[in-house]
C-alpha cells in the first residue's frame, strides 16, 4: 500500500498518525501482520500526538524543560570555519524520546502489562515479552539518526536523575554494541561526551532557573579504558562480551550450543579483559542501558542474558535498574516477526520519502534481460555479466561524486571466501581505475566480522577498523569491496553506490532484505534535503528477487535502464565545463554586479511604534476559574508548535516578564531582528497593559497571563507587531553601490537531483537542469535562439540573489531561474513561473529595481534588463518563436 498522499517530504514535519504508513490487504495476507507493524505503535502514536498537542502535561518539570528546549526553540550549531547553521532533529527522532518518555513518565507502562493496553492487533500476550524490567525498542530506518535519539534519552534520563526526588532514572549508563567496528563509529560521537555540546543537548545556563551545563558532570569509559568510576554520571562504552557474567555456565538455550555440548572453549577473542567490566556495571548504584543495532538481543540468548543478569543483580542488593532502551532498524526475531515492545516505528518507506536515506533503484527488465549466468565452474566467468554492469554503474556514479570532491564506492557480495579473493582479483587485473582499490573482507557465515585477538586475524579486524573510519575519505585508495557477505551493522559508509549481489539469498541467512541494503543507504550529502541521492542495485535473480522483499514494507523499488549508453541514476553533478575542447569558456563566461542591499532594516525605527494607535480589535477578558489558570499554554501562531507550558502546580515561575519576554523574544526571531528586544518588551508591555483589552488591566494577574495564552489573544499581538515593525524598519534606501562582481565560470561544482537537463553548448555549465517541464523547455529554446550568446541556470551555488521584502513581512532573498546574455551585449535576468504566487509581485518589482540599479552603476555601459515568462503564455508561442529578441518583447 503506497503512503498517504497528504505523507510530507520535509523530514522535520510533523507527521500524523493517520498519515502514516500502513500494509494493504496483499501484503497482510503475504507474510501476516505481526511481521509488517509492531502492534503497540498506532496507538502509542496517537497518545503522543494528544501529549505533544496539549504542551506535555502531566511530567516532571525537568522533562517538560528539556522537551521544549530541544523541539520547540530555535537552534543553532557551529560548523565549518566557524559559520554558523540551524539545528533541529528529525521529526522521527523525536517522535521516538517522546514515545519513551511518555511510556515511561505519563503512563508509567514500565512492565509487560503496562505495554499490553496499547496493543492495536488483539493478538499480544504477557508471554510475548523477555524482560521484567522497563524495556522498550525504537525501530528507525537505517541511516535515520539513532545516534541522536540515545544522546537525547540519555540527556533526559541524567538530568531527571539530577534533578527530580526520588527519580527512577540514572545517571550512569552502559551503551552496549554488537562490536567493535560499531563501537568505534560511536566514539566519535561519545568519547568525550562530545555529542552532548556539539549538539544543542544541554540547555543554557538559567533556562528554567537551572544550571544544566553546570550541574552536567559525565565520565565516558570505552571499553578497557576505564577512568574514575564515581557514583553518578558515568557512561559505559563497550561491546556486550564486555559486560559478560563470567560465571554465568553454557546453556542449551544458547545461541550456539558448541560450548553447553563440548564446554568451554579456550578464550582467544578481543573480548577478553583485563578490565571485569562486568563487575564494575553490576556495582553501580544504580543504571540505565542503551543498546545500538539491538536486533542482535532476541530469543533469550546470549546476549540478553547478561542484560538480565545485569538487572537481577542490582535487584537482589537494593539497586535501581531503569531500564533498557534498544534502537535499531530491523526489530525482528528469525521468524520474521517483529519484537512485541517495539514503541515507534519510522519504517524505511517513510525515511526514502523524506530524503532521509538513499532510494533503492534496480535495473529494469530490459536491462536485466541482457545479464546472462554462464553455465561454467569459473565462478568470475559465470557472474561475469552483473560485475561488468556493476562497474558501468559505478562509473557514472564516480564520474559525477568526483566532479564535487566525494567518491563513489562499489560494494559485490559473494557466496565465499575463495571466490571472494577470485571477484576481487578479477577487478584489480580487469579494470584500470580499480587496480590497487579493491578491498576485501572476509566475514563469519551471519555476515559478522570475526574478532579474534591472535595472528593474522587480529591484523584483519584492525585494518578493517581502520577503513571503516576512512573509505569515505578520497583520500583513501579503495574504492571497491568485495565481501562474503553484506557486513550485518558497523560498515556505515556513506559512499556506497552500487551493490552487486552475486548469492543465492535464502531465509536460512537470517539476513533481512533492509539489513542487506542497509549498509548502502546512508547518504553523502547530509543538510540537502533536497537533493535525491540513490543507491543501484544488480545481482543474480535470487538475490534480487531477495531484495524485493522490502515492497512488502511498502518501499517502492524505481526500476531503470542500466548498462552502457543509458543515464545515471544518482545525482548529477554540476560545474563549469573547463574540459571541454568544444567550448570557449571565456567568451560564455557572464560577469554579474553584486550591488550594496536596498532593502534593509533599521532597528532603530522601534522606538517610533505607538502602541495606543493600533487599530486591533479589543477582547475581553475571560473568566478562567483557578483550576484553569493552573496551567498557560503558548503556541506558535504560524506552525501551531506548543512553545512552552507553565504550570502553576507544579511551581514554575510564571511572571509578567516571563510571558512578556516570550513574546518580544519571539517577533524578533519570527523578523529576523536581531536587536531591540528592550525597546520591543517595553512596547508589548505597554499593548497588553492599554490596548489588547477590553479595558486596562494589569500584567502580574494570573488571569490575564491565563488570557494572553489563548490563541485569539497572541495571535492579535503578533500581528500587530509584526505589522508595525515591519512598518517601520524595513527600509528601501532607493540607492545602491557594485560591492564585487560574479563570475559564472568561478562557480564551484555542485550535485543536483537527477532531472530531465540538456547538455549545452551555449553556457559555462556542462548541464542545464530544470527543475519543472517549463524551465527544461525554456533552456532548450535558450541553446537554439540565434541571438543568445549564452546562457546559464542560476545555481545556488552561482550565489546571484536579490533581497526583497516579502508580503509576510520578511526580507528575503530572490533567486532568479536564468541569466542570458544577447548578441548585442544585453544581460537578461530571467524568472520562470508555472504558477503563481503570493511573492510574484513584489519579487518581479524587486527585479525590475536591481536591473535599473545595475545598467546605471556598471562601468563597462552593460545593459541590464528582466523578463517574467509565465507558464500559459510560453505554452501558447514557444513552438513560433525565433529567437530570443522575439520572446523578450512577448514577455516583457
Not at 560521537?189 to 555529542?195: C, L, Q, R, S, W
Not at 549538539?199 to 578497557?224: C, K, S, Y
Not at 582499490?437 to 591472535?454: P, Q
Not at 479595558?695 to 502580574?700: A, C, E, N
Request: charged share 25%; net charge negative.
Amino acid at each position: 500500500m503506497p503512503l498517504h498522499s497528504d505523507f510530507p517530504t520535509d523530514p522535520y514535519a510533523t507527521l500524523d498518525p493517520s498519515h502514516r504508513w500502513y500494509p494493504g490487504e496483499a501484503q497482510i495476507g503475504d507474510l501476516g501482520l505481526q511481521k509488517l507493524i509492531p502492534p503497540l505503535v498506532d496507538r502509542i502514536r496517537r497518545g503522543v500526538k494528544a501529549w505533544r498537542d496539549a504542551g506535555y502535561p502531566d511530567v516532571s518539570p525537568t522533562t517538560r524543560g528539556l522537551l521544549n528546549w530541544w523541539f520547540n526553540r530555535e537552534h543553532f550549531v557551529t560548523g565549518d570555519y566557524g559559520s554558523m547553521y540551524p539545528f533541529r532533529w528529525y521529526f522521527a527522532q523525536r517522535e521516538a524520546v517522546e514515545s519513551a518518555i511518555w511510556l515511561y513518565e505519563v503512563e508509567r507502562a514500565r512492565d509487560a502489562y503496562g505495554l499490553m493496553r496499547f496493543d492495536s492487533h488483539g493478538g499480544v500476550a504477557k508471554s510475548m515479552f523477555l524482560a521484567d524490567w522497563p524495556h522498550y525498542v525504537m525501530k528507525l530506518a537505517t541511516g535515520a539518526g539513532k545516534t541522536k535519539v540515545m544522546s537525547l534519552l540519555m540527556t533526559w534520563s541524567y538530568f531527571h536523575a539530577v534533578y527530580e526526588p526520588q527519580s527512577p532514572l540514572s545517571t550512569n549508563i552502559l551503551m552496549v554494541v554488537p562490536n567493535i567496528i560499531v563501537l568505534d563509529r560511536l566514539r566519535t560521537d561519545f568519547e568525550g561526551a562530545v555529542i552532548f555540546f556539539t549538539d544543542p543537548l544541554l540547555p543554557d545556563n538559567g533556562f528554567e532557573g537551572r544550571d544544566w551545563r553546570a550541574d552536567f558532570q559525565m565520565t565516558v569509559h570505552i571499553q578497557d579504558a576505564i577512568g574514575n568510576v564515581t557514583k553518578q554520571g558515568n557512561l559505559f562504552l563497550t561491546n556486550i562480551h564486555r559486560v559478560a557474567n563470567q560465571a554465568a555456565p553454557p546453556s542449551f538455550e544458547d545461541e550456539d550450543r558448541t560450548e553447553y555440548f563440548l564446554g568451554k572453549r579456550p578464550v582467544t577473542k578481543t573480548t577478553d579483559s583485563t578490565v571485569d567490566l562486568g563487575v564494575i556495571v553490576r556495582q553501580v548504584d544504580d543504571l540505565i542501558v542503551f543498546n545500538d543495532e539491538a536486533h542482535h538481543i532476541h530469543e533469550r540468548n546470549a546476549w540478553f542474558k547478561n542484560i538480565e543478569d545485569i538487572h537481577l543483580k542490582m535487584l537482589q542488593s537494593g539497586r535501581r535498574f531503569a531500564g533498557q532502551f534498544d534502537l535499531t532498524a530491523t526489530p525482528k526475531h528469525n521468524n520474521g516477526a517483529i519484537f512485541v515492545n517495539t514503541i515507534s516505528d519510522y519504517p524505511l518507506v517513510e525515511a526514502i520519502r523524506q530524503r532521509v536515506v538513499k532510494k533503492p533503484v534496480l535495473p529494469d527488465e530490459a536491462s536485466r534481460g541482457r545479464l546472462v549466468e554462464h553455465q561454467t565452474t569459473d565462478y568470475v566467468e559465470q557472474y561475469r555479466d552483473y560485475i561488468e554492469l556493476g562497474v558501468i554503474e559505478w562509473r557514472k556514479y564516480q564520474t559525477e561524486m568526483a566532479a564535487v570532491g566525494r567518491k563513489a564506492v562499489l560494494f559485490i557480495m559473494t557466496d565465499d571466501t575463495k571466490n571472494c579473493d577470485l571477484v576481487a582479483a578479477h577487478l584489480e587485473r580487469t579494470y584500470p581505475d580499480l587496480s590497487k582499490a579493491v578491498l576485501v573482507i572476509h566475514t563469519k557465515s551471519n555476515g559478522e566480522i570475526s574478532e579474534s585477538t591472535t595472528g593474522k586475524a587480529k591484523d584483519e579486524l584492525d585494518r578493517l577498523r581502520g577503513e571503516s573510519r576512512e573509505i569515505d575519505l578520497t583520500e583513501n585508495a579503495h574504492k571497491a569491496v568485495v565481501s562474503v557477505m553484506m557486513l550485518r551493522e558497523g560498515w556505515d559508509v556513506q559512499s556506497v553506490c552500487v551493490i552487486v549481489g552475486l548469492r543465492a539469498y535464502s531465509s536460512k541467512g537470517k539476513i533481512l532484505p533492509e539489513q542487506t541494503l542497509g549498509r548502502g543507504l546512508r547518504r553523502m550529502f547530509r543538510g540537502n534535503d533536497d537533493l535525491v541521492e540513490t543507491v543501484s542495485v544488480i545481482g543474480t535473480e535470487a538475490f534480487i528477487s531477495f531484495v524485493e522483499g522490502i515492497r512488502s514494507e511498502g518501499v517502492e523499488l524505481d526500476e531503470v535502464a542500466m548498462g552502457p549508453r543509458t543515464g545515471g541514476t544518482g545525482p548529477l553533478a554540476v560545474e563549469v565545463d573547463h574540459d571541454n575542447p568544444d567550448k570557449d569558456i571565456a567568451a560564455l563566461d557572464i560577469v554579474l554586479p553584486v550591488l550594496a542591499k536596498r532593502i534593509e532594516r533599521e532597528f532603530k525605527n522601534l522606538e517610533e511604534i505607538n502602541v495606543e494607535a493600533f487599530a486591533n480589535r479589543r477582547l475581553p477578558l475571560k473568566p478562567f476559574t483557578p483550576l484553569e489558570q493552573r496551567q498557560i499554554v503558548f503556541k506558535h501562531i504560524d506552525s501551531g508548535e506548543v512553545s512552552h507550558v507553565t504550570d502553576m502546580a507544579n511551581g514554575s515561575s510564571a511572571s509578567a516578564e516571563n510571558v512578556i519576554g516570550w513574546f518580544a523574544r519571539t517577533i524578533l526571531r519570527d523578523l529576523r531582528l536581531v536587536g531591540g528586544f528592550d525597546i520591543l518588551f517595553d512596547k508589548v508591555k505597554r499593548f497588553i497593559e492599554v490596548q489588547l483589552f477590553d479595558h486596562t488591566i494589569l500584567v502580574d494577574d494570573p488571569l490575564v497571563l491565563r488570557n494572553l495564552s489563548e490563541p485569539e489573544a497572541t495571535q492579535i499581538l503578533f500581528n500587530q507587531f509584526k505589522e508595525a515593525i515591519n512598518a517601520l524598519t524595513i527600509v528601501d534606501r532607493g540607492t545602491s553601490s557594485i560591492r564585487s562582481e560574479i563570475k559564472l565560470s568561478n562557480t564551484r561544482p555542485e550535485t543536483i537531483s537527477a532531472k530531465p537537463h540538456i547538455m549545452p553548448k551555449k553556457s559555462v555549465f556542462n548541464r542545464i537542469i530544470g527543475d519543472n517541464k517549463l524551465e527544461t523547455s525554456f533552456a532548450t529554446f535558450l541553446e537554439k535562439a540565434p541571438d543568445v550568446v549564452s546562457f546559464a541556470k542560476n545555481y545556488l551555488r552561482v550565489g546571484f540573489s536579490i533581497e526583497y521584502a516579502s508580503p509576510r513581512g520578511m526580507i528575503a532573498n530572490y533567486h532568479p531561474d536564468f541569466i542570458v546574455k544577447q548578441t548585442d551585449g544585453t544581460i537578461w535576468i530571467v524568472e520562470t513561473k508555472g504558477q503563481e504566487d503570493i511573492d510574484v509581485g513584489p519579487k518581479w518589482e524587486r527585479l525590475k529595481s536591481w536591473c535599473e540599479d545595475a545598467t546605471e552603476l556598471d562601468p563597462s555601459g552593460v545593459t541590464y534588463r528582466p523578463l517574467f515568462v509565465d507558464q500559459p503564455t510560453w505554452e501558447r508561442h514557444e513552438a513560433k518563436l525565433s529567437g530570443f529578441g522575439e520572446a523578450s518583447t512577448i514577455f516583457a
